[in-house]
């Protein structure tokens, strides 16, 4: 297509959004489930559409050599898509954070303030692969009040067509305003760059994907990016630590899914403790295949059973079964480590005294720290938050879990009986 | 200066601040305001030296022509001087924002989640022509915890150089961190894009002055920006309005003082009391030299009192005694023609009908919405926030006046006793 008819449509998209976000906005909490509700009975009543959809993204995705992992995160069946429309109905069911008075307050000159949630308005989300995102994505933009434009990656076009059409069919006649969820129905690449520069139109833009993806977006966008960037995420056995509690931890942290972003990827270990716990979570690693990087320290306890770590591995987000694993001198040495090289995700300490926990809590720099809790539990769904849209490593407006509420702005209602500066000011 | 030797000296003022953000994450109130209270006194105790270098600034503005209004923006004096320390004491005066408990709740596996106040880290500030932001910006990201990297204009440099100096010197031997507070040294246009594009060590970017270099920084941007934007603030006098109290309100918005973002720039009359009302605020704007720009309706009443508005008129912001004024036939229009025109930031209802006034504050998409009072009322100190960085257009993380809490962000602190996914989840 040419880049000015792609960018006049993508535009209009926009245009079209924001009126959609104005009724989104004011929708109450019923309307709003009542859609939900018809849009999940939407994704049962087109599955035949949607899996046939499907059908051809996977077969081009097999002419084009995708990996079997990749095929598999893009393939859809009745059991993946009956999860994707009972994801739907559970959004219906979380609260609706709009209108939340946050705040409220009387001046002295009797002005009332008060502080309500409000929907930011239009939320730009450009993901690849996974078809669910679709559905995902819309339906929490939806909940909190606000209007979607959707950008998915090319090898799941025909997926993300058939789930948005699904959604828009059986939503609008339950009360859905038009344009409130619309797909991008093409993906050029030139598709990344209209979006990012349309600020007139997007609140704010949420990149889903690999770090290129990211990088792009944040380097064009002239809107707020809300980054999902990766998980470097440490684990710090304390001198204190209750050894058998840290196998445990780091045990699960590491191997329990080793795919996703609050895996663990650097352990570090007090020298205290070092001779005595390493061998004990080597033991566990060995047998569950885990490759074992370690310092110079690490390796003189656990021999072969480890090779060396180069600096890179302090930086490296492995995704798999392979550790980097270092002994620290002090708890110090472990926190100024992490404030370094942690991708500010989740990091934990295990130790069985509170007030170091204390101590490093305060100290480390991240979204999320624990203690005494393994860091696969960095999710929206175990925070308790009932569905989320990612993990923010970002500080700004929402840090951590990405849930409705992160989706949502305030505004400042303010009611008086005639006030004017000139004879009420306060300061 | 070369460009390379700007980017090396800037990147390492970076480095410098991170390492002092970790270090004053961890004061506590008492140190902070000890810290606050040597600098204020420090403002004092270098006041020649600051009149000194301002007297180089006012001199170097005379030489390039600056109008009068802008020497006087820059002009420091006594008088003025002791403003900004007593501003500075008034910040110690203020909560501590930092360790607020923002919520906290235990899981079904007994996982404790703490959702804590914690300052965001680095914040640069880009500023234009007045001293006295260099130390109103500076104490109020040190009362936040956060350490500041600034660039002023060419304009001030000596006094925001005096200024720093005066605030650094004072403030190290009362506990202040190296680097805590750092200025840009020279004013070359460079050191904007370099600050810019080092989003490794700037958690976020503030600008405060023109839209010109807003539009700079949003374009170069790779972290996040909160925006500073015009004001278009509106006013809707409605037909139930009690229309002593209208003129009152459209009076003091548009006259109090005419140059600042949350003035009046267009009035919109409902048509029922157009020619009740139009005439009686047109008395006392041509008592008070407002020139009245009206689309035909409102020249039909005023006559040869009002000049012909022109499409433009509703999106200019004239910071002057010029007001725009149009006539709507329903609410419903004066809420369409706000959500086209308005830069969002303040606009008001006035009206003795509360429904009404519900209806139009949660149809208008605006930061403050105001109901029978003055829009000159959205400033922090008004609200009660006791000093302010400024007044966000932006809508995310933080919107309308942004004080302490603006400036900061928040951290999960989540504590058990061994809770591992593979054993204790609950999703």
């Known amino acids: 297509m040419e880049k000015a008819q792609i960018k006049e449509t993508i535009l209009g998209m926009g245009a079209h959004a924001r009126a959609a976000a104005h009724a989104l906005a004011v929708l109450d909490t019923d309307q709003k489930n009542a859609i939900l509700h018809a849009m999940a009975a939407g994704l049962r009543r087109y599955a035949p559409d949607i899996l046939e959809a499907n059908a051809l993204d996977l077969a081009a995705g097999q002419d084009r050599g995708l990996s079997a992992a990749m095929l598999d995160r893009l393939r859809l069946d009745t059991t993946r898509l009956e999860a994707i429309a009972a994801g739907v109905e559970q959004v219906a069911g979380l609260p609706d954070p709009v209108g939340e008075v946050l705040a409220d307050w009387t001046r002295p000159n009797d002005i009332h303030f008060e502080q309500i949630r409000v929907p930011i308005g239009v939320i730009g989300i450009i993901y690849e692969s996974r078809p669910n995102v679709t559905s995902d994505a819309a339906v929490l933009c939806l909940k909190s009040g606000n209007a979607t ?73 002239r809107m707020p990016v809300i980054k999902h960037y990766d998980g470097i995420c440490h684990t710090y056995v304390d001198k204190a630590a209750d050894l058998g509690m840290a ?36 033991a566990v690693f060995a047998d569950k295949g885990v490759v074992m990087k370690g310092d110079p320290h690490t390796l003189e306890i656990l021999g072969e059973a480890a090779i ?89 407006h929402a840090r951590g879990p990405m849930a409705l509420r992160e989706l949502t702005s305030y505004q400042y209602r303010i009611r008086g009986d005639g006030q004017t500066r000139t004879k009420c000011a306060t300061t």
């Not at 609008?172 to 349309?198: C, K, N, Y």
């Open 149 to 221: 434009i959707l950008r998915g990656g090319s090898e799941a076009i025909h997926s993300n067509r058939a789930i948005a059409t699904a959604l828009q069919a059986a939503g609008e006649p339950a009360g859905l305003p038009a344009h409130a969820i619309q797909l991008i129905p093409f993906t050029d690449r030139e598709s990344v760059s209209v979006m990012a520069g349309m600020d007139q139109w997007l609140d704010v833009i949420i990149p889903r994907g690999g770090k290129g993806l990211i990088e792009t977006v944040v380097s064009l966008a």
């Open 308 to 396: 060396p770590a180069t600096d890179d591995d302090w930086k490296t987000e492995y995704l798999d079964l392979v550790i980097a694993i270092k002994v620290m001198d002090r708890m110090a040495d472990a926190i100024d480590h992490i404030n370094t090289y942690s991708s500010r995700h989740s990091d934990c300490i295990v130790t069985a005294d509170n007030g170091r926990a204390e101590r490093f809590m305060r100290r480390v720099d991240s979204a999320c720290l624990f203690h005494n809790v393994s860091t696969r539990f960095s999710d929206g769904g175990e925070f308790g938050f009932g569905a989320e849209i990612g993990i923010s490593t970002d500080k700004l």
């Open 247 to 282: 196998v445990a931890i780091v045990d699960d942290a590491k191997t329990h899914k080793p795919g996703v972003c609050n895996a663990l990827e650097t352990l570090l270990v007090h020298r205290d403790v070092a001779a005595g716990f390493l061998p004990k979570i080597a």
